[in-house]
């Protein structure tokens, strides 16, 4: 069946550094592919989507690039700031619009 | 708009009383969806609904599991009897088209349940 694999945190980095989460996916035809982030006490919501291959979802400076041929999402920005500390889930919606898969969520804290 | 409602936002409770959560969705949307986030198996997709019916309820852990949707704008999550391994945060999420497969889900705020 469909699923998502997350890269394992916790990941810590320094103000302004870049960050890379990886995500990768089986799946079959051509599902949808989220980013979700969860601050402390929260609920998730979403950071960027794509929709089909190539596409390249982009929000508050975090981006990912749906590929196809390597079946990956990986979430990157080039310069996390201390706000950007939450937990990052990637996500799956299948073809048919019915299954729905998250990744266990990978913990970034950033220091000053 | 106001979002997607969760309420009570912190439950506690002794083993074997009956517990209800309760979720407002967003209005107009079609789907929802209930979740147990914990740290040892992370976010599980427990059911959800398209228009008030119920499609996939195969992450219910158990019969002690229950959940409603009587009307658009109301969903119920009940554990009866509860047990402590219940304990964990409850996230109810609704989004605007069943099966469409570039929808968002809009999660609420969550209920964290602590069973004694």
């Known amino acids: 069946g469909d699923s998502v694999t997350q890269m394992e945190g916790p990941v810590t980095l320094s103000e302004e550094a870049f960050l890379t989460i990886n995500c990768t996916y089986t799946?079959?035809?051509?599902?949808?592919l989220f980013w979700y982030v969860q601050y402390p006490g929260e609920g998730l919501q979403l950071l960027l989507k794509?929709?089909?291959?190539?596409d390249k979802g982009s929000n508050k400076g975090f981006e990912a690039t749906y590929r196809k041929e390597t079946t990956s999402f990986h979430l990157e920005k080039g310069s996390v700031q201390v706000s950007d500390s939450a937990v990052y889930f990637c996500?799956?919606?299948?073809?048919?619009?019915?299954?729905?898969?998250f990744g266990t969520g990978t913990s970034l804290t950033v220091i000053p | 708009d106001a979002g997607v409602i969760q309420s009570p936002r912190h439950e506690v409770t002794e083993m074997g009383q009956e517990v209800t959560l309760r979720c407002k969705p967003i209005?107009?949307?079609?789907?929802l969806f209930w979740y147990r986030q914990t740290m040892m198996r992370g976010l599980e997709l427990l059911i959800y609904?398209?228009?008030?019916?119920?499609?996939?309820d195969s992450g219910m852990p158990e019969d002690r599991f229950s959940a409603k949707m009587p009307n658009a704008s109301f969903s119920t999550l009940k554990i009866q009897p509860s047990e402590p391994r219940d304990s964990a945060v409850y996230f109810c999420?609704?989004?605007?088209?069943?099966?469409?497969?570039?929808?968002?889900?809009?999660f609420g705020p969550g209920t964290r349940l602590t069973v004694l």
């Open positions: 999420a609704s989004s605007l088209m069943p099966g469409l497969r570039t929808d968002t889900q809009y």
């Open positions: 799946a079959t035809g051509y599902p949808s």
């Open positions: 794509a929709t089909k291959a190539d």
């Open positions: 996500a799956l919606c299948s073809n048919t619009g019915n299954q729905f898969y």
């Open positions: 209005s107009g949307h079609n789907s």
């Open positions: 609904f398209n228009n008030n019916v119920p499609i996939d």
